[in-house]
């Protein structure tokens, strides 16, 4: 089993930027980031193919987030700017580890293998 392992976050005024890592210990095929905060539900933020070639964001993050991805590494990444107090939450890295190249999804329960989270808070 693919271990991920999320780094990166922490406290942050709004409108400032962080960085967030995700380090996989194997080989994974399309990645995305999710998010949960204090009494939510766990939601999408973004994904990411195998290849690069193809993102998904969710509409609130959209023009703030990017994410991105180096296979040599077997890391990928989310650049967050413009940060607002309502991005407060764990952050988690997901990975599918099979199936297309090209593929995205942002449904949590097509991946395969989650990381421990890291704690993002945004202060007003």
């Known amino acids: 089993q693919v271990q991920l392992v999320e780094s990166g976050g922490g406290l942050v005024q709004a409108g400032n930027s962080l960085r967030l890592s995700c380090a996989a210990s194997g080989r994974t095929v399309s990645m995305g980031w999710f998010r949960q905060a204090p009494g939510e539900e766990r939601e999408f933020v973004a994904a990411?193919?195998?290849?690069?070639?193809?993102?998904n964001y969710a509409d609130s993050v959209k023009g703030r987030f990017t994410i991105s991805r180096d296979n040599d590494k077997n890391t990928v990444y989310l650049q967050m700017n413009s940060l607002k107090p309502e991005d407060t939450a764990v952050y988690y890295c997901a990975a599918t580890l099979r199936g297309s190249y090209y593929y995205t999804t942002n449904r949590g329960l097509e991946y395969d293998a989650w990381g421990q989270g890291t704690q993002v808070t945004v202060s007003s």
């Open positions: 990411i193919s195998w290849s690069g070639s193809y993102t």
